[in-house]
């Protein structure tokens, strides 16, 4: 049996902006304005092409993806992990022919149907039915088909009574399920897919996952990118490991898992962003410290002890809501810590901040590693969004008396109780 | 090498030929087009035609109006300023129908060129988030805009009604004239849309490109304006032959000018090759810089 896909030595280069020289002289200035548009025009003429070997080596060229070769054979289930940056989301793009390589080919042996996002080109003063025939047009069915599909989709999503209200009458719920509902059932036979689970409430949530075991147990040809590890090991047969924009790992999942947790434990407990994303006016997380003490990074946190998450944004503001989930290894969510959920003791009215805090006096997790997912706010617009990126570790101790010194204990909390006589 | 060849050979087995087969590399330089992919995406043709029309006017007040007043107003305006204060000759019929004449048509192809024009802008965020023959947009616009045309027909049909001016044979050959504005208003506005994407300032150009081309046209002044020896070059402007046609079959003013829309024909060929070429050449880095 042949692969379905082969991807071999794909690179992508995108061309990164080159500082501006100054001009030193009132001549040199006005020289320079009436160059600049002439090379601001050859800068920005071919960024995607680098014309030859020499070039390749040229600080202008940020390298997405170098070198990326595998091959996929037909029902495989295969899930692609790393870092933001790694190369991930550039990967999905090339073999979905939203951009091109830079250099080297893939080839595909069937038709290919890629969610990079849910509901894309789905339009507010449209109404639901008119959103799924363009939705589904978009992804590549034929009106026919989802002609056939129609009743199944729209049982799916369960928005049937509002399906020729304008989708800007929905709530966000409801537009996500339509949008998923649609992608569900397109029938591919290599399908690829970009972290689109996270969406919608819980039970939704179940609902999408169980709908995606069953396309991937389908003998269907999966491509999955997600930060949620357990989601992949659970769904996958297979991983990819991208570090670097270069295969780091390619094979059997677990093993690809435990290379990916391996590389992680060397830069837990302290974040600072990688790469420099166009922010838009927004607030950005720089950096988060996570340490023993308040106000300090490092030192090893354990159970019973203090935490202290320091957050620096990119701005000082003064309404901001930080929140951020704490997941276990498996990628399990324990808990979500929200600063819009108040209570007397926080002090977060006061002048503008770049930095905020969060302090844990008494760490209730157990031994192991954490993962964070990290949110923030401003007048109801995310400003942003760092997932699984951020990890942390902690040590068992004693948690108000009570010693845990036995990792095989199970569980990974610790609650505050009293036992009694009565 | 040898991988290549291997793939090359296994495209012949037969169990292949049951599914889409496709090879993902660099292209260089200029592409054919490839119209049984666009004949593929036909629905989406149409759903996107069919959004624009329906999000143009879902929210405004006079809704679809607002297709009737655009040419309506500017005839008024003309009819003022160049046919009361100018005196501007006009065929010999009367300024306000000779203008009209002239702006319906105007209207399709300035508003088609602006809209294919920012097609690509406009939808940026589809670009980066799924793949589709990324023609589809530019095109879909010029035929959305076709709805304008044909309520602006109706009232300019309502204004020959008024003035008692009965349109003769040569409206036979208005679908022609039609045809030669969408390829005209669907080329020039995929060379632009392709620019736009990659340059913002093409943006602004444009409006300005659209003002200034109507005086290349013999919109507000009738053709004997142009000096004899000047009309040939003049009419290869393939807007000159569609509103002189109009103007000839609609209110008589001269014989059908065939060596015009011969002439213009060509030229609206020509722009709309030229046109697909320069959209295909340039479709590979739109994701990149979207």
């Given at each position: ?10 690179s992508k ?32 003429r ?100 989802i002609?056939?599909?129609?009743d ?10 509002f ?26 036979e ?13 039970e939704?949530?179940k609902?999408?996952m ?11 040809t ?13 769904l ?6 991208l570090?670097g ?8 999942i ?5 290379a990916?947790n391996?590389s992680?434990?060397s ?21 988060l ?16 002890g ?5 957050f ?27 600063s819009?959920r ?12 770049d ?6 006096p ?22 942003d ?5 951020i ?32 | 090498?040898?991988?290549k ?25 200029w ?13 989406l043709?149409?759903f ?39 005196k501007?000759?006009?065929?010999g ?10 702006l ?10 602006l ?17 589709f ?6 095109l ?7 709805v ?7 009232v ?22 039609v045809?030669i504005m ?40 009738p ?28 209110l ?9 829309i ?17 959209f295909?050449?340039?479709e ?7």
């Open positions: 049996m042949s692969s379905i896909i082969s991807a071999e030595n794909l280069a995108y061309r990164v902006g080159k500082k501006q020289e100054q001009a030193d002289s009132l001549i040199g200035l006005l020289r320079d304005s009436v160059t600049a548009p002439f090379r601001r025009y050859r800068s920005f071919q960024p995607t092409a680098v014309e030859n070997e020499s070039s390749n080596f040229n600080d202008d060229n940020h390298w997405a993806l170098r070198d990326v070769s595998f091959e996929v054979q037909a029902g495989e289930v295969v899930g692609i992990i790393g870092r933001n940056g790694a190369g991930k989301s550039t990967l999905l793009k090339i073999l979905s022919r939203i951009t091109e390589p830079t250099s080297g080919q893939v080839y595909l042996r069937g038709r290919v149907s890629s969610l990079l996002e849910v509901g894309t080109g789905f339009h507010p003063e449209l109404s639901g039915r008119e959103n799924v025939y363009l939705n589904g047009t978009i992804l590549g069915m034929t009106k026919r088909e002609d056939t599909k129609f199944e989709i729209v049982d799916f999503s369960g928005v049937e009574k399906l020729d209200t304008p989708v800007k009458r929905y709530s966000s719920g409801m537009r996500v399920r339509l949008a998923f509902a649609v992608a569900a059932f397109l029938d591919p290599i399908l690829i897919i970009d972290e689109v689970l996270a969406v919608g409430d819980a939704f949530q609902k999408c169980s709908r995606m075991g069953h396309i991937a147990g389908g003998g269907r999966v491509l999955f990118v997600s930060h949620q590890i357990g989601v992949i090991q659970q996958c047969s297979k991983g990819l490991y570090a924009g270069r295969v780091a790992e390619f094979g059997e677990n093993r690809v898992v435990e990916y391996r992680q434990s830069e837990a407990g302290n974040w600072t962003v990688q790469k420099d994303s166009p922010n838009h006016g927004k607030c950005k997380l720089l950096k410290q996570i340490g023993s003490e308040r106000s300090s990074r490092g030192g090893i946190i354990s159970l019973g203090p935490v202290c998450f320091t620096i944004l990119s701005q000082k503001v003064k309404e901001i809501d930080i929140s951020f989930t704490i997941r276990d290894s498996a990628g399990n969510a324990i808990s979500n810590l929200d819009w108040r209570n007397q003791e926080d002090q977060l009215d006061g002048d503008p901040s930095t905020f805090e969060c302090y844990i008494e760490c209730p997790l157990r031994a192991g590693r954490y993962t964070l997912d990290v949110q923030l706010t401003r007048n109801r617009e995310m400003q969004q760092i997932l699984g990126e990890t942390f570790d902690v040590e068992d101790g004693v948690y108000r008396g009570r010693t845990f010194p036995y990792p095989s204990t199970p569980g990974p909390v610790c609650f505050d109780h009293i036992w009694q006589i009565k | 090498m040898n991988t060849i291997g793939m090359l050979i296994q495209k012949q087995e037969p169990e292949a030929k049951l599914s889409r087969e496709m090879l993902i590399r660099r292209t260089d330089g592409q054919v087009i490839n119209l049984s992919e666009i004949y593929r995406y036909r629905d043709v149409w996107l035609t069919w959004k624009n029309i329906k999000v143009l006017y879902a929210q405004s007040v006079i809704g679809i109006g607002w297709a009737v007043l655009q040419p309506l107003l500017s005839m008024l305006v003309f009819t003022i300023v160049f046919g009361m204060f100018a501007m000759e006009s065929d019929v009367p300024y306000a129908l000779f203008s009209f004449c002239a319906v048509p105007w209207a399709y192809f300035s508003n088609s060129l809209e294919s024009g920012n097609s690509l802008v406009a939808q940026a965020d589809m670009l980066s988030k799924v793949y023959p990324r023609l589809v947009l530019p879909s616009a010029i035929l959305a805009k076709l304008d045309l044909g309520i602006a027909l109706v300019l049909g309502g204004m020959l009604l008024w003035y008692q001016r009965p349109p003769n044979l040569g409206i036979v050959v208005l679908p022609l004239l045809v969408m390829m005209t208003a669907g080329g020039l506005g995929m060379i632009l849309t392709s620019l736009a994407i990659q340059y913002r300032d093409v943006k602004h150009a444009m409006n300005f490109l659209v003002q200034l081309l109507m005086y290349a046209a013999p919109v507000v002044y053709m004997s304006f142009v000096p004899e020896w000047l009309q040939p070059y003049y009419a290869l402007n393939p807007m000159v032959c569609v509103i002189e046609g109009f103007r000839s079959a609609l008589g003013t001269r014989e059908m000018p065939w060596s015009w011969a002439s213009g024909f060509i030229t609206s060929t020509l722009l709309f090759t030229i046109g697909l070429l320069q295909r050449k340039q590979r880095i739109f994701a990149d810089v979207a």
